[in-house]
């Protein structure tokens, strides 16, 4: 379903830079092929990109550099309004002067689409997003989920292709957030629609997405499905962006086909895995989820390093312990460990030793 | 918690201590608004008294008219026996003409005839000049006579102190009507005189009055009669038969023969009640006359014109700055903030040089030697004979009024063009517009409330404009408001120009509830 050949993707970026002001690239280099039938997420921080590359597909702003192809021809030079992409935006934007069904309608009468088939289609996109009698009111007599669905059957109702959306989910309240993380991703699914959706939420990228670009200065840091890109990210920024980390600086001191042992500054040794380093003196950033940090020794591997660390903090958190540790002099090392009936409660003062799977930690730049 | 605030079902809901929840409110919350009260009070004052007052006295001079009924007041009472008829009136008693005699007489030291005769001028002309003449005259009235005769009879009637005794008697008043009345004249006449009332001998009208009251009174009336002077009254009363009389018609028509014209007394009539529909009549091309309501005579319609003219070219007006301030609003909005803060301020520049330097530069330019005529004559578009006329007519105060009227429509325009999001059309077009779909059904729907308060603005403000139509207008271009000044400062009649003022304001606020009507004040926005 993923394909990488940029060839013959639904949606292509070939080589797209954009500038504003001639001087600075906002996107430098963009190449991403999107398939069809496919959720992909453009993640970032805010200014790095992943706005101003929805913004070219969609025709508001023109690519400085480059080609967008959509469906195999190149829509550069095509107005926004002949390209027959869906767009749901941050606000919405459904038309505060016209109702609900009016908002729905009116893609439907600029295609000039007959009344009667009209009045059916805006029904039915209405009835899948669960709003079926509401057609009469006005948006702003809807809560913001509601208006988030109408916004999202707008953008489905003259049955495009290709339908993006531009941080669709940040007004709306946790809950209810995710309750419609999971109900666009059943509609796009059930219409086997491609999504290109932005946001700088990593769980919203990561709970819906088929495959997630990462952003960051303009260029995509990694593009990769969501556990590949949680579990093995491919450089300090991609580990540091996407969910909770511990970073920790060393040396490589040994390296191998697949296992890096890592001097850290005050001398302890670690085993990782390399990723961005190549040979040995290297300056590294050793990156590790706090959920496979390990401090039971008997589930370590017997020739595995430990290190020393000191329990600062604990924190319950319901599902989970939280243990705030200090380790190689830093202080800000996390432990996540499950509220398990057989877990222990470190009590802040406790001189552990932590471990972890070599593959679980990953030497990256530095 | 008590268990008066645990049942609501009985009766009103009570704060914790037993007082009614409703009670306890107002009291926390009555400092709160006197506070406001109080903050508010200074421009309250000022506006009631500078704005409010104001537009209240004026609306009451619209209709107010008791000068007549103040001045003339016996007459007034006189001519209500009197029948105006189309012209063809019976000519005048000379009871009216009497009673006119003594307010005059008393007017005339109070120079009060001059005023009503202005009054009376604006319905016809002449009465300001008749009056006068009249004021001039009526002292040197033959009805000295009358007091001749009365002293060749008794002396004593020569003698004021006898006079004064003889009014503060019980019961004159019911045998001597028009004497005391007319007594009651000549005491204010002293007083404003500064005079002795017991040291004066009264003027002649007294003894003219006295005269009639003889006259018309039976013998047995003053036989009656037992105060002060009663001697002296039988006496007169048996000796004024042979009295030479004075017809007081004929004096007035000495004075002025247009005291038998019926229209005279027709006017006086028609004017004679405190309050008066006249001058509303006047405002819309019609007039009070003796007969009834008629319209002005053709040539001087003008009031309708003039309310037509400012309704439509206030509206051209309106239009104008529409077409011009749109696009700006539009554009200003749609710039990056720096650059429109900048272009704003030369929006706003104008409002920071004089009204009168901006419509001067309008002459300057519109003018046939002026600079435009120069250009069009140098290109060729226009020979030298006949350059265009562009000032002193419609079109020029049409132009002028539009640069001097555009901030305010740009303003609300830009301010609520500013509050629409650059998504809407951006939504509209990735749903499959055009611009020009996106642009019509989208965001102007959404601006229409700028266009609303804008719209109102311009209006309200040029349907009252003066100074702009005054240098600019020449004849064809001026406004109602033109001739409001005129009557406020140089014809006077402020009665009118009140008029005027009531049905401008009246307009538009009629218009502003025809435009809630149908575009609603919920959907002017001013930003």
């Known amino acids: ?149 109408i916004a999202l059957a707008r ?62 200065d303009g260029r995509i840091q990694q593009l990769a499905p969501p556990d590949e890109l949680y579990e093995q990210p491919k450089n300090s920024f991609v580990a540091q962006f996407i969910g909770e980390n511990n970073t920790l600086m060393g040396k490589v001191e040994k390296i191998d086909q697949d296992l890096a042992v890592v001097r850290l500054d005050n001398g302890d040794l670690i085993d990782t895995v390399p990723v961005n380093v190549s040979s040995v003196g290297d300056r590294t950033l050793v990156s590790i989820r706090p959920e496979r940090v390990e401090f039971n020794r008997e589930r370590l591997l017997p020739d595995a390093h430990t290190l020393k660390a000191e329990v600062l903090e604990f924190i319950y958190m319901g599902d989970i312990y939280r243990t705030r540790l200090r380790v190689a002099g830093k202080d800000d090392f996390i432990v996540k460990t499950r509220n398990a009936p057989d877990q222990r409660r470190l009590k802040p003062g406790e001189m552990i030793e932590i471990g972890w799977r070599p593959q679980d930690c990953r030497a990256l730049d530095a | 918690m008590t268990d008066a605030t645990n049942s609501p079902s009985t009766g009103p809901m009570l704060s914790a201590d037993g007082t009614p929840l409703k009670k306890s409110l107002q009291i926390a919350l009555r400092r709160q608004k006197l506070r406001a009260l109080a903050l508010v009070a200074p421009l309250l004052l000022f506006v009631l008294v500078s704005f409010i007052a104001p537009i ?53 030291e109070f120079k009060t005839h001059t005023r009503l005769g202005s009054r009376l001028n604006y319905e016809t002309t002449g009465m300001s000049s008749l009056l006068r003449k009249t004021g001039r005259g009526i002292g040197r009235m033959d009805t000295d006579e009358y007091t001749k005769q009365f002293e060749a009879l008794d002396p004593k009637w020569e003698d004021p102190a006898v006079w004064v005794a003889m009014m503060q008697s019980p019961g004159i008043a019911d045998i001597l009507p028009e004497t005391a009345s007319a007594w009651q004249s000549w005491q ?111 040539n001087q319609q003008i009031y309708m014109l003039l309310f037509g003219r400012t309704m439509f070219m206030s509206m051209v007006i309106m239009g104008s700055c529409i077409l011009l301030g749109y696009p700006i609003a539009y554009l200003l909005s749609n710039l990056p903030l720096r650059t429109s803060n900048l272009l704003l301020i030369l929006v706003l520049l104008p409002f920071w040089t004089s009204l009168l330097v901006r419509t001067s530069a309008w002459k300057v330019l519109l003018q046939q030697q002026g600079v435009i005529n120069d250009i069009l004559v140098w290109l060729g578009l226009v020979s030298d004979a006949d350059r265009l006329v562009m000032i002193n007519n419609q079109f020029g105060t049409i132009v002028a009024m539009t640069h001097i009227l555009l901030p305010f429509m740009i303003l609300p325009l830009y301010s609520v063009m500013k509050t629409i999001p650059p998504s809407y059309v951006r939504a509209a077009k990735s749903l499959g517009a055009t611009n020009w779909t996106a642009f019509w059904r989208v965001y102007f729907p959404q601006s229409v409330p700028g266009i609303g308060a804008g719209s109102i603005l311009v209006f309200i403000l040029s349907i009252g404009y003066y100074i702009t139509p005054e240098l600019v207008g020449g004849t064809t271009g001026t406004f109602i408001s033109n001739r409001i000044a005129y009557h406020i400062s140089s014809s006077l009649n402020w009665g009118l120009a009140a008029a005027l003022g009531t049905i401008l304001l009246a307009v538009v606020l009629l218009l502003y509830w025809v435009y809630d009507r149908i575009v609603g004040i919920d959907n002017v926005s001013l930003g």
């Not at chain 1, 996107?27 to 991403?32: A, E």
């Not at chain 2, 009871?95 to 008393?106: K, P």
Request: hydrophobic share 40%; glycine share 8%.
């Open chain 1, 1 to 149: 379903m993923v394909s990488t050949n940029t060839d013959d993707g639904f949606v292509v970026f070939d080589g797209v830079q954009k500038s504003y002001d001639g001087e600075n690239l906002v996107v430098k280099d963009l190449n991403l092929s999107i398939a069809k039938g496919e959720f992909l997420t453009m993640l970032g921080p805010s200014g790095s990109g992943k706005t101003t590359c929805l913004m070219m597909l969609a025709g508001f702003e023109t690519a400085t550099n480059g080609a967008i192809r959509l469906g195999g021809k190149e829509i550069n030079n095509i107005p926004p309004h002949k390209r027959g992409i869906g767009m749901v935006f941050q606000n919405y934007a459904l038309f505060p002067h016209m109702t609900v069904a009016e908002n729905l309608s009116f893609p439907l009468e600029v295609r000039k689409i007959g009344k009667a088939e009209r009045e059916t289609k805006v029904q039915r996109a209405l009835d899948m997003v669960q709003m079926g009698d509401f057609g009469g009111r006005r948006p702003a007599q809807l809560s913001g989920g509601q208006q988030q669905r």
């Open chain 1, 155 to 216: 953008a489905l109702v003259f049955e495009a292709e290709l339908v993006l959306m531009d941080e669709p989910l940040g007004a709306l309240d946790k809950q209810l957030r995710e309750h419609m993380q999971f109900e666009i991703k059943h509609i796009s699914d059930n219409l086997g629609i491609t999504v290109v959706y932005v946001t700088h939420d990593q769980t919203e990228a990561l709970t819906m997405s088929d495959r997630v670009a990462v952003f960051e």
């Open chain 2, 56 to 108: 209240a006295d004026m609306l009451f001079r619209s209709v107010e008219n008791e000068i007549v009924s103040e001045t003339i007041p016996r007459t007034v009472i006189a001519l209500e026996q009197w029948d105006y008829q189309d012209g063809n009136a019976a000519a005048p008693s000379d009871d009216i003409y009497a009673a006119l005699y003594v307010d005059l007489s008393e007017a005339e």
């Open chain 2, 188 to 298: 204010r006449i002293v007083a404003n005189k500064n005079d002795v009332l017991a040291e004066e001998q009264p003027e002649d009208f007294i003894y003219t009055m006295l005269y009639r009251d003889l006259i018309a009174q039976p013998a047995s009336a003053i036989a009656a009669y037992s105060g002060s002077g009663a001697e002296m009254l039988q006496a007169a009363d048996s000796a004024v038969d042979g009295f030479e009389a004075i017809s007081l018609r004929e004096q007035f028509l000495d004075i002025d023969k247009d005291w038998a014209d019926p229209q005279i007394w027709g006017t006086i009539k028609a004017f004679s009640s405190p309050y008066t529909a006249g001058y509303f009549l006047s405002s819309v091309d019609l007039q009070l006359t003796p007969a009834g309501i008629e319209p002005q005579p053709e």
